[in-house]
């Protein structure tokens, strides 16, 4: 391919960092309330399957501040909010099938005497056992969609060709997203049965177009607006929803505004998390340590209703080979229902699920061999020319040049030395060491989702406002987003202004997700703010009396045979206006060549894929069971980066919470469904002592992509995969001081407590 030159874009300091560090920002509980504003707390059921038997809300209703009480049958519409199968009611009605699930609204005048109410409300139910284990469900036959299998080659006859091969089980818990900002909502009726509804949502049309349901109203009488997102993570993408339609409900029913702000222990025990996976595997190698074959079977526990648990099955499919050529998969995957909160979207989706499982598959095929895992996985890294199990061919590939890149600055040989010398002399310490090289594909896997629109106005003044369908949850895309702007119309980013995502200024959108946000509204952006350039250099053309093609627009000046004119750009939008040209433009991107067959399970379903490798150094106290991570060294495609500090923190953010998903977030539900984990006193999360001592990142720059954002590669979720590393140095590190370990099943989080087990195990 022919090499580029990157054309230089400044980066940009974030555009929210002024408001945010001085606590001016506006989430959705800093709105001003709204004369009249009403209250809401959700009922919700205690047991996690069962029946209800009787309720009585009298009590509740007759407390002093209690205006009413909002069950299934004030729904004018369908009590149904099941995004991908209408599977999940908005309010239970008789059956209850995960603990948390709603049942009823409580609207009073303030918050305490709504959620005291809660309190008054008796309910006898009659109860079933659970299920919370995905096998369990698999062989009672309970899935949300018939499995799915991926393949290539043909592994059954692979394996005759096989000198070693090894079986194995791998599983993983799920996550809680402990987005700052919790789930919440405030809905007020306009004029008309119109309604307005803010939210915290990453999806605006899915709430919009929900709330129409259970409405039953048209979609162009709700108006969804957000502004930003204390954080999201996944966990807004679908989940969002149900509060912003019952606060919708509630302000409709009882025409006045209604807010609705979940308790953090409310939010944990009611909102669906990461899924956990229980997986099964079978890895197959020949004597140079080439995989020729991989079988593995993935078990994903999708709780009471679908949510997005197809779509997240579908990428543990896709990524299930991480960044290794395999040429023969067999691959299946199945969604299990269980009576836990309906798991969801989470940063990843489903592909760290996935690549964990061909990572154990990896280490303990190493550990038989006796060599070391970087062996295999070096070996079998993916090059151009490859194909993925999924039909798509491997193009501009980084895993080798990020991995060798890695292995020069770092020199591994010395690290490992240094290890080895290290560990033969401590009796009480033990350091390890893994490699965790990533591959991810860009694009919603969804095809029909990978589009977007901005909607761009340049005013009489020649300030500039734009709406797209980006929501901003902490990942920077607005900063990105004014970049774009500025860049393609010459002009200062001061000008600029990123409106809030608002339905009804950018309608049919999907949600900022996939890691895809900034490409396709970025290049929304720029199709828009292209097409105002042009219209505007036509006007200088006229006005100079010279050719288009010789009038360019440079830092806010028109030029023209590359002179400078007296034309400002605050005249030439005068000039514009003047002349009735139009300062407005809609503009809408679609992928393109992205396609997939789910008949046939092949396609070309991403747009590109993003590349990297890391390396974990951790040190084990061999008494406590505990450790620190002395370093991760990172080397990452990010393409030609367009904000480095954003993308930096992108790579830092992802990367503690894939280290925190597998070495200290213990999400636990017990045998009855009930959230054991369910605050932070129980759920630890990564804090600034457990992050690693020291994070090095280098920027691979690579040509990018033309289908990434001034060939800017996304970046909101891969560093999260990095995090698996974590779970192998820690592994390593247990073998070193107690060599005859080998878990049965590789399992994560890796805590301290299992840590402490392994050392003595
Ligand atoms: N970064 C912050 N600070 N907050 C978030 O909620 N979400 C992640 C990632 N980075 C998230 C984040 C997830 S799950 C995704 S899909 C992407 O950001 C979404 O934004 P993007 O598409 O603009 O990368
Ligand atoms: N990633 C994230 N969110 C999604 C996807 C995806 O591939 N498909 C549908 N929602
Ligand atoms: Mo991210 S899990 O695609 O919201």
């Known amino acids: 391919m022919k090499k580029r030159k990157a054309t230089h874009i400044p980066t940009m300091k974030n555009i929210d960092s002024h408001s945010h560090v001085r606590g001016e920002s506006i989430y959705v509980d800093d709105i001003p309330e709204r004369q009249g504003t009403l209250h809401a707390a959700v009922l919700m059921a205690s047991i996690a399957h069962g029946k209800i038997v009787s309720i009585n809300y009298t009590k509740a209703q007759k407390k002093e501040g209690v205006v009413r009480i909002i069950t299934s049958k004030d729904i004018p519409g369908e009590n149904q909010i099941g995004g991908i199968i209408p599977d999940e009611p908005l309010f239970a009605i008789n059956d209850i099938h995960f603990q948390g699930q709603p049942i009823a609204l409580v609207l009073a005048t303030t918050e305490s005497i709504a959620r005291e109410a809660l309190h008054d409300i008796n309910i006898s139910y009659k109860e079933r056992p659970a299920i919370v284990d995905p096998i369990e469900a698999f062989k009672k036959g309970h899935l949300h969609i018939p499995s799915r299998t991926f393949k290539l080659g043909n592994t059954t006859n692979a394996w005759k060709k096989c000198t070693h091969i090894i079986e194995g089980k791998a599983d993983t818990d799920g996550q809680e997203h402990l987005y700052l900002e919790t789930q919440g909502a405030y809905a007020y009726p306009v004029e008309n049965g119109h309604i307005t509804i803010t939210s915290s949502t ?24 957000v502004r930003r997102l204390g954080g999201g993570f996944g966990g807004k993408e679908d989940q969002a929803t149900a509060w912003g339609v019952m606060a919708a409900l509630g302000a409709t029913v009882c025409k006045c505004p209604v807010k609705l702000i979940l308790h953090r222990m409310d939010d944990m025990k009611m909102t669906g998390k990461r899924n956990p996976y229980r997986s099964t595997y079978k890895i197959g190698l020949d004597k140079q340590l080439n995989i020729l074959a991989y079988e593995a079977d993935f078990y994903q526990n999708a709780g009471a209703a679908a949510d997005l648990s197809p779509a997240i099955l579908e990428r543990t499919l896709f990524h299930c080979n991480n960044a290794y050529y395999i040429p023969h998969v067999t691959a299946r995957a199945h969604s299990c229902i269980t009576n836990i909160p309906p798991n969801t979207a989470f940063r990843g989706f489903g592909g760290p699920q996935g690549m964990f499982v061909i990572e154990a598959a990896i280490a303990k095929a190493a550990r038989q061999l006796g060599v070391k895992s970087r062996d295999i996985q070096k070996q079998n890294l993916l090059e151009n020319g490859h194909v993925f199990p999924y039909g798509q061919k ?10 060798s890149a890695l292995e020069k600055k770092q020199s591994l040989k010395k ?60 990942q920077g895309v607005n900063t990105k987003m004014v970049q774009v702007a500025a860049k393609t119309l010459s002009v200062d980013a001061a000008r600029i202004k990123i409106e809030s995502t ?16 900034a490409d396709l509204n970025g290049k929304a952006v720029e199709m828009a703010c292209q097409a105002l350039r042009t219209r505007l250099l036509n006007v200088a053309a006229k006005s100079l009396a010279a050719k288009p093609a010789t009038v360019t627009l440079q830092e806010e000046v ?46 070309h379903p991403f747009a590109y894929h993003v590349y990297g490798t890391a390396a974990f150094v951790v040190t084990v106290d061999c008494i406590r069971g505990t450790y620190e991570f002395d370093a991760v ?39 009855d469904g009930r959230l054991l984990s369910n605050a932070l006193s129980t759920y630890k999360i990564p804090d600034i002592y457990s992050v690693p001592k020291e994070i090095n990142v280098t920027f691979l720059n690579t040509d990018g992509n033309d289908m990434a954002i001034f060939r800017s590669k996304a970046v909101g979720e891969p560093p999260l995969l990095y995090g698996i590393g974590a779970y192998f140095a820690l592994l390593d590190a247990i073998q070193q001081f107690n060599p005859a370990f080998e878990p049965e099943i590789y399992h994560a989080p890796l805590t301290p407590e299992k840590v402490l087990m392994g050392l003595y195990g």
Not at 217 to 225: F, L, N, R, Y
Not at 506 to 516: D, E, G, K, L, M
Not at 648 to 662: A, D, F, K, S
């Open 202 to 225: 990453q999806g605006p049309t899915a709430l919009q177009r929900t709330a129409a349901k259970v409405l039953d109203i048209p979609m162009h009488k709700i108006e969804v607006d």
């Open 394 to 403: 491997v193009e501009e590939c980084q895993a080798k040049p990020t991995w």
């Open 415 to 474: 690290i490992q030395n240094n290890i080895d010398q290290y560990n033969a002399t401590e009796k009480h310490y033990k350091k390890g060491l893994a490699l965790m090289p990533i591959c991810f594909g860009i694009s919603f896997t969804n095809t029909p989702m990978n589009h977007a629109r901005a909607l761009v106005h340049i005013y009489q003044d020649g300030s500039i406002g734009i709406s797209t369908a980006a929501v901003e949850m902490g």
């Open 502 to 517: 608002n339905t009804t200024r950018v309608a049919n959108t999907s949600p900022s997700a996939a890691s895809s946000t």
């Open 558 to 603: 028109v030029y023209t045979n590359n002179k400078k004119t007296k034309i400002h750009w605050e005249d030439l939008v005068q000039l514009a206006f003047l002349a009735r040209v139009s300062l407005t433009e809609n503009a809408h991107y679609a992928t393109p060549k992205i396609h997939f067959d789910k008949s046939k399970e092949k396609g």
């Open 633 to 671: 060294d990172v080397v990452h495609d990010f393409g030609t980066s367009m904000n480095r500090i954003i993308d930096l923190g992108q790579m830092e953010g992802g990367l503690v919470q894939g280290i925190g998903w597998m070495t200290m977030e213990e999400l636990l539900y017990n045998k």
